[in-house]
């Protein structure tokens, strides 16, 4: 069996976003999941400040140029195939190459998750459920 991963963004119970629009949905592997993880440049930062923007496809080379020129510092970004891999010098609230930002930048569909979360999806998609209480 093939499973995949829905990362929805703003999914209201209806299943439209707040202004009745369609949700943007990316569907993944965990072993899409799994590549995104070891193939991450900054293994050797915190994980606090590991975040991963995974575009829905890979953004045109001209658009990936123009990004690239861009100053980001203080903190760290890279794009690996169809992978935004970020170190977050301070607060996510504070990143200049937020989600909409490289989502206007690259024109193309993004959605962002902190190395937590991607750990947690990797865990529950291969079977390997974290228990938060084990005890209740």
């Known amino acids: 069996m093939n499973t995949q991963i829905l990362l929805l963004r703003g999914l209201m119970p209806t299943g439209k976003n707040k202004l009745g629009g369609d949700i943007q949905v990316i569907a993944r592997t965990p072993t899409y999941f ?19 923007t995974l575009l829905r496809s890979p953004a045109d080379s001209a658009l990936l140029h123009a990004f690239h020129a861009l100053e980001h510092a203080p903190d760290q970004v890279r794009i690996i195939d169809d992978i935004v891999y970020i170190v977050c010098a301070t607060r996510y609230r504070d990143l200049k ?39 209740s």
């Open 34 to 52: 799994m590549r995104v993880m070891a193939n991450n440049p900054f293994k050797d930062e915190s994980p606090s400040q590991l975040y991963f």
């Open 97 to 135: 190459a937020n989600n909409n930002f490289i989502e206007r930048k690259l024109k193309v569909v993004a959605t962002t998750r902190n190395f937590t979360t991607m750990s947690k999806l990797i865990a529950l998609s291969t079977g390997n459920e974290i228990m938060m209480n084990p005890s």
